[in-house]
């Protein structure tokens, strides 16, 4: 069974989302207007035709609680659909045991994701890279493995080397790197800065790779241009480490779930569809065995 291991769900009636309903503002990954509307699981389905399983990542609600009680109600509803979630949570507040405690009432919950960075521009106006000095941030991650939670990592190239070190102090820590680590210069010489720069995270056997939101910094992206991203993260994390992530409805602005299937298809050899389209995430995140899923 193929599992899609990252995308979004929504509801504007259930749940605020402050930066889904600002009203002219481009973010990073674009103009948001098309998708600024609900996108319950049943579109998604529609979307994901072949798939059965996903995992829901957290897309920044007012109140993150209110959101992940929110994916639970969805997936309680949906038996047949298994659903998972990674929940936000920031690991540097001084209530942060409290507020996990909490998440970890939810049985969809398998990990966390609270974002290092998103794209230079928008990294400079919101400081989110100072995480990285944070010792509560460290102990926080370290945390997290003692209860069997992982993390889900969304971060810039010119912060791997620091969020690198951040991993040395959290080695039990299972990591998954969202959107082949954002890299956003997709030049040739940005694509090589990149590639030698992901091996800070790629060499951490704890870190798995995530083949998703490539769209997000190339809107007219081919198969011949992500070509280099995914071939280098298939090189550098290995087939077993990398799992497809479609990062739906965010780049459904850009490409119909079919197209990025076919693109992902032709780019990863045959004799590992099972583990990138379905088995790693299974077993990154739980879902059981993807033959009885």
């Not at 010119?158 to 299972?174: G, I, N």
Request: glycine share 8%.
């Amino acid at each position: 069974m193929r599992v899609d291991a990252h995308h979004h769900l929504w509801s504007l009636g259930a749940v605020d989302y402050p930066w889904l309903m600002a009203k002219g503002v481009v973010r990073f990954f674009g103009d948001p207007t098309p998708i600024q509307r609900d996108y319950p699981l049943a579109q998604f389905r529609h979307d994901a035709a072949g798939f059965g399983a996903s995992v829901h990542i957290q897309v920044g609600a007012a109140d993150p609680w209110a959101e992940a009680q929110w994916v639970q109600s969805v997936a309680d509803a949906t038996p047949d659909w298994p659903l998972v979630q990674v929940a936000f949570c920031d690991l540097t507040a001084s209530d942060a045991g409290e507020a996990i405690d909490r998440l970890q009432t939810l049985s969809s919950l398998r990990g966390l994701r609270q974002i290092v960075g998103r794209a230079p521009g928008e990294d400079a106006a919101t400081g989110t890279d100072a995480l990285l000095d944070n010792p509560a941030f460290v102990q926080g991650l370290r945390d997290l493995a003692a209860r069997c939670l992982s993390f889900d990592l969304q971060l810039i190239p010119a912060q791997y080397d620091r969020m690198a070190r951040v991993l040395d102090h959290a080695p039990d820590t299972q990591i998954a790197l969202c959107h082949a680590g954002s890299p956003h210069d997709r030049s040739a010489q940005g694509l090589a800065d990149w590639a030698r720069q992901l091996k800070h995270l790629s060499e951490r056997p704890n870190v798995v790779c995530k083949l998703s939101g490539l769209g997000m910094f190339d809107h007219h992206w081919t198969v011949d241009s992500i070509r280099p991203i995914v071939e280098t993260c298939l090189e550098q994390f290995g087939a077993a480490r990398c799992m497809f992530g479609s990062n739906f409805p965010v780049d459904r602005l850009y490409s119909d779930y079919q197209s990025l299937i076919d693109a992902y298809s032709a780019l990863v050899p045959a004799h590992d569809h099972a583990a990138v389209f379905g088995g790693n995430a299974a077993r990154f995140y739980s879902l059981g065995d993807t033959a009885t899923l």
